[in-house]
């Protein structure tokens, strides 16, 4: 079992356990929340999670090049890192071996095409486990990694299967990825470039204190979720994420329910 809290020496509970990922999920399904906090069963590997891993590691490899590159070379990159994920997958329930390929090659060749161009790398990559806030009963930390920071912008990269820019306004509103990563670079500017199955989707935003502010408040609350040691968390069911294709624990939770089946 892994535990997200530990206590300081001066009796200050620390919690390290805070990444946007996690506040994402607990957005979703507080019951999943903490269950992927304690739990440290090995990773379920997943085709969809594989192929956006390995299309970010050819952009991580193209941008951190010395050298200018070609189609050619990110097709032959693709395929080398690809072949070795192949064998960790242990669920494939997007896509097929031939069909993932295919889809994979073409989102990090639409990123190469219509994204690299532009970008001045300053840092590739870049984790960053920063104190985020702290007072008297706790210390907490918040991690994460930028795909790509410049000199006054930052990147993410997605290679989904549908185009997330058509949600704008959401992410807008409650997207807590670019707020944590501008407090954390101190670029207010955020970008994510959106590589789908057919072309390449941009957002933009502009993230300053007020969206920090708002930010700390969900993530105190949570603490104070956590260090109230309740099990006793809210099933947070209505939507795609509880399903068996998308929830690890979906067999032992709604899924062991007559309403689940
Ligand atoms: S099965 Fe649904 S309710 Fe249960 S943990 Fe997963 S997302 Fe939450």
Not at 42 to 61: N, R, W
Request: proline share 2%; net charge negative.
């Amino acid at each position: 079992m892994k535990f997200p809290l530990h206590l300081a020496e001066d009796g200050r509970v620390v919690h390290d356990w805070v990444r946007q990922s996690s506040i994402k999920t607990s957005d979703m399904c507080l019951e999943r929340w903490r269950r992927e906090l304690w739990d440290d069963s090995p990773e379920i590997v997943k085709d969809a999670a594989a192929l956006g891993t390995v299309c970010h590691s050819v952009a991580e490899y193209v941008l951190e090049a010395d050298e200018a590159t070609d189609e050619s070379e990110i097709t032959e990159l693709f395929n080398i890192f690809w072949a070795k994920m192949i064998p960790k997958i242990n669920v494939w329930n997007s896509y097929d071996q031939e069909s993932a390929t295919v889809e994979g090659l073409s989102r990090i060749l639409s990123w190469y095409n219509e994204v690299y161009e532009e970008l001045v790398p300053k840092k590739v990559e870049w984790n960053f486990n920063k104190l985020f806030f702290e007072d008297d009963e706790r210390i907490v930390y918040l991690s994460g990694t930028v795909d790509l920071v410049e000199e006054d912008r930052i990147w993410d990269w997605k290679f989904p299967k549908r185009d997330y820019s058509r949600d704008r306004w959401q992410y807008d509103r409650w997207d807590v990825q670019s707020m944590a990563y501008c407090w954390a670079t101190g670029i207010p500017n955020f970008s994510y470039a959106v590589m789908h199955s057919k072309g390449v989707g941009r957002m933009d935003f502009v993230r300053d204190e007020s969206h920090t502010d708002w930010v700390r408040a969900k993530v105190l609350r949570l603490c104070q979720l956590l260090e109230s040691d309740s099990r006793a968390m809210a099933l947070g069911d209505n939507g795609w994420w509880c399903s068996e294709k998308w929830c690890d624990y979906f067999a032992q939770c709604k899924g062991a329910t007559i309403g689940g089946t």
